[in-house]
């Protein structure tokens, strides 16, 4: 009957609709028939309808559906430099296959329909990269990732009834070939494979695939009516949008659906076939040369109708130019001033360490932790109310966290003369000016709220995550300790509140990790300077001297491109040492839990953001 009726197609003629008209009221008769015979007890195995419904109609079910990863045979690709086998998502829906790169993805690679094909089981080969428990001999079937069990889908000859022996080149004309390191995955595959097979073969196939092509085209009228009815677009505004409609409930609604038992489908292992070779190594795959190798129309992928690529590969291609180009400067370098990092130890020492042992730098460092006692010791007469008037108190505050800030500046204007020992001195006491201003305003704001609200503190404590034990109850005052401001002033922020969320322990590990970073940025960060940056700059003054101090643009654009590169990475370097090595080490060492110091700079749409 199905060699007679041909598919459905949009334009059928008055012939084929007869035809087909006659054959439906033969299926029922038939139905009719079996029905008959099987109240009588007489049970026909060979039957290929199903009885029918009180409406008349037949009801054939789908075999149910199946998704997951198998590996994919590559018919397409040249495996010189590796295996044709490639992990691709599978997804088995109502007679139709579909695969994908991931599950990810939302279209296909490929959708074909199963009718008028079946499944051939291929055996098994032995994965090279798994080591046997049994030397010297080849694994058991059993043991777990031993070997790889091979199957494909085929396009079947006139004969479906033909033995795998019989199956020639001619006849065998495989679509896909799938391998799992799974045999109860693969027999599992088979046999839903076979019993969508043998639903494609029915008319309720057909009747559902000729739907699902009229809801296809319905819907592309849908769009192309939706997109003539809007408006003109003009720039800025949002492209034309079509809502598909929810088949979720439709699919839950079938998937729930039990097949009943009187539901017969075409005999499955009439679509099964198996290979005469077990070993799929051995396997013909009767690759035929007529086989189709442009199966669709697609664009190149560098078209703008492709669709979205992964441009990985060309930044990896980029960070080697890059590398290369960069390695070539430090090639002219060397080549031209030497290796200098031979010499900067010598540098080293006419820079002077001694300056960190003087009196000044020291003093300095003194300096800030007797403000630190001091805002402690007028925030503990606040809280006591020693001090009753709060004026007072934000007058003692401000004095004592500006005098901090500017007895520093005065201490590096006199008494220090190198650069280096001036700024280590001028960025600690700004970091501490900016922890005091946040102490004195943050505990004032506390001190102010729980003489009104008992509860402030408790709803306050209640945002931050991953507090600890100790810090669950506190309130203030009792945040009034010189263990917590040195905490304060230790940890990496500038902004003060009663608690902090805290990480479980201090990883010893990360902590040794960290300081090995450090080490390498520090190493990295002397070779630049002295490597590039310092002959640069020498050869500059050496070319204004002999110009009597007079530049010229060409002069200026020729250093400056010479120093761009190394310039940018010192301060990539320094970024990376304090933001990400210093702070986490920190953050480390007194369990901060908060370490975004730092968000993706990096992707700034402007300027202004970047800087």
């Known amino acids: ?164 022996e019989e199956l020639s080149s001619e006849s065998f004309v495989p679509l896909f070939r799938f391998s799992t390191s799974s045999l109860a995955e693969k027999t599992q595959w088979i046999q839903i494979l076979s019993e969508a097979c043998a639903y494609c073969e029915t008319d309720a196939f057909l009747r559902e695939e000729s739907n699902r092509y009229k809801e296809e085209e319905n819907r592309r009228q849908q769009q192309l009516k939706m997109i003539e009815d809007m408006p003109q677009v003009e720039r800025g505004t949002l492209a034309p949008l079509f809502i598909a409609p929810d088949k979720k409930e439709e699919e839950r609604r079938t998937s729930m659906m039990r097949r009943p038992s009187y539901a017969k489908l075409p005999k499955s292992n009439l679509f099964r076939t198996q290979s005469k070779s077990r070993d799929a190594e051995k396997v013909d795959l009767g690759y035929a040369p007529s086989k189709p190798m442009h199966r669709r129309s697609a664009p190149s992928f560098l078209s703008a109708e492709a669709r979205t690529q992964n441009y990985r590969g060309f930044f990896n291609l980029a960070m080697i130019l890059l590398i290369v180009s960069n390695f070539r400067i430090f090639l002219n370098t060397i080549r031209s001033h030497g290796f200098i990092l031979t010499e900067v130890w010598s540098n080293v020492e006419g820079f002077s360490f001694s300056t960190w042992n003087q009196f000044p730098l020291l003093s300095g460092i003194l300096v800030l932790h007797i403000f630190l006692a001091t805002a402690f010791l007028i925030e503990w007469l606040l809280a006591t109310r020693r001090i009753s008037n709060e004026t007072i108190g934000f007058i003692l505050h401000q004095l004592n966290t500006h005098t901090c800030f500017g007895l520093s500046v005065v201490i590096v204007w006199n008494f220090i003369d190198q650069p280096a020992t001036g700024a280590f001195l001028l960025m600690n006491a700004a970091i501490t000016w900016m922890k005091l201003i946040s102490y004195s305003h943050a505990n004032q704001d506390y001190r102010i709220v729980s003489r009104k609200d008992k509860d402030a503190h408790k709803r306050n404590l209640s945002i931050i995550d991953s507090l600890d034990t100790t810090d669950i109850d506190i309130e203030y005052p009792s945040n009034v300790t010189l263990g917590n401001i040195y905490y304060f002033w230790l940890a990496p922020t500038l902004t003060y509140q009663i608690a902090f969320p805290k990480s479980a322990r201090i990883r010893k590990l990360r902590v040794l990790g960290l300081l090995f970073r450090m080490a390498i940025t520090l190493s990295i960060f002397t070779f630049l300077g002295a490597q590039i940056v310092a002959p640069n700059l020498a050869n500059l003054l050496k070319d204004l001297e002999a110009t009597n101090g007079r530049y010229t643009y060409q002069m200026i654009a020729e250093y400056w491109l010479k120093l761009t590169i190394s310039n940018t990475y010192m301060w990539l370097l320094m970024f990376y040492f304090y933001f990400h090595l210093y702070l986490n080490l920190f953050a480390e060492l007194l369990r901060f839990g908060d370490r975004v110091f730092y968000k993706d700079w990096w992707n700034s749409a402007e300027v202004s953001a970047y800087w």
């Open 1 to 164: 009957l199905h060699k007679v009726i041909p598919s459905v197609s949009h334009e059928m003629t008055q012939e084929v609709i007869a035809l087909k008209t006659r054959a439906r009221e033969l299926e029922k008769e038939l139905g009719i028939i079996h029905e008959a015979l099987a109240q009588y007890g007489v049970k026909d195995e060979n039957a290929s309808y199903s009885p029918l419904r009180n409406n008349g109609s037949i009801e054939i079910l789908p075999p149910p559906s199946k998704s997951g990863y198998l590996f994919k045979w590559q018919d397409r690709t040249i495996g010189f430099s590796g295996s044709k086998w490639a992990l691709r998502f599978i997804k088995l829906d109502r007679g139709r296959i579909t695969y994908y790169y991931s599950h990810l993805e939302n279209q296909p690679r490929s959708d074909i329909s199963l009718r008028g094909c079946a499944v051939r089981d291929e055996g098994w080969k032995l994965n090279r990269k798994h080591t046997s428990s049994v030397k010297g001999k080849d694994p058991p079937l059993e043991e777990a990732g031993a070997y790889f069990f091979v199957f494909s889908i085929y396009y079947r000859s006139d004969d479906s009834s033909a033995a795998a």
